[in-house]
């Protein structure tokens, strides 16, 4: 499925993400209408290059499906559980560098301190990151990134964008990600190190690959409507009260749309996995 890496959330953003996940199900169920393609699609003011992200979005898709996935699976069952975890928590500690920097450059100095503690607690008890101790003495992880940083001093999200190879994206996350990409510690290892930070972080996604692509009407509009709420949460800090705007009519008085909509499909959220702390 598409861009797993980007979408590996540390514990305390996961449950947010999945309650847009699954809002977003129930939204796009009722709301999605067929193309002249016979492909389900919607109108979205931040999405105007969708032909082109969809494309992108098959290829990405195609890639996941029978290059990444399988050799993911692969690690999966080679690899025990109890390993995943401490990779899982030694390049989460290794990002922690990440998140103090954007918490400084978002003046969050109060919690700027909070992750130095929790980066200097795990990289010396936590042998190196691999055990995290923090979250065991009430130091949570939080999540930072130089996108939230550019909201913060007032940059605007700008279009979505499907990036080959990559996913899902806007023009404020392309600078983003390059300041986080060069930043981080892990981008200046030897590729085998990459490699198995790579394979790590997909095998940790296939829950939600697997529940995009299981409960989606259109998995395309789906994802990019659960990213651009889940970036708008992050940027906000969680105060955004965002709500899907599938159309631009979404202003217009309910008596001047006398349509009757199907009913929304049900669905029943699903516990998935996450990496624990051990």
């Not at 919690?111 to 607690?121: N, S």
């Not at 700008?158 to 981080?184: H, K």
Request: charge should be negative; aromatic fraction near 10%; hydrophobic fraction near 40%.
């Amino acid at each position: 499925m598409n861009n797993p890496y980007s979408h590996a959330l540390n514990a305390k953003i996961a449950p947010v993400f999945w309650a847009v996940l699954i809002g977003s199900t129930l939204a796009l169920g009722g709301c999605a209408t067929t193309g002249n393609d016979g492909q389900p699609s919607t109108q979205a003011k931040d999405d105007p290059y969708e032909y082109y992200n969809r494309k992108m979005f098959a290829f990405n898709d195609g890639v996941d499906d029978y290059v990444a996935a399988p050799i993911s699976d692969a690690y999966k069952w080679i690899t025990p559980q109890f390993v995943q975890t401490g990779v899982y928590n030694f390049f989460s500690n290794l990002k922690g560098i990440n998140v103090v920097i954007n918490d400084v450059l978002q003046a969050k100095f109060a919690q700027g301190i909070q992750d130095t503690g929790r980066f200097a607690v795990n990289t010396t008890m936590g042998l190196g990151g691999v055990v995290d101790v923090a979250s065991h003495v009430g130091l949570e992880q939080n999540d930072e990134d130089f996108e939230q940083t550019l909201a913060v001093w007032g940059v605007p999200q700008g279009s979505y964008l499907v990036i080959p190879f990559i996913g899902p994206s806007t023009l404020r996350g392309i600078p983003g990600a390059a300041f986080d990409t060069a930043t981080n510690p892990t981008s200046y290892v030897g590729w085998p190190v990459q490699l198995v930070y790579m394979l790590n972080t997909r095998a940790n996604a296939e829950g939600a690959l697997k529940f995009i692509d299981e409960a989606a009407l259109d998995p395309y509009v789906f994802t990019r409507e659960s990213f651009l709420q889940w970036r708008t949460n992050l940027a906000t800090d969680g105060k955004s009260e965002s709500t899907l705007d599938l159309d631009d009519e979404a202003d217009e008085p309910v008596a001047a749309k006398p349509t009757t909509k199907s009913p929304a499909p049900s669905i029943t959220p699903i516990a998935l996995p996450t990496p624990s702390s051990k």
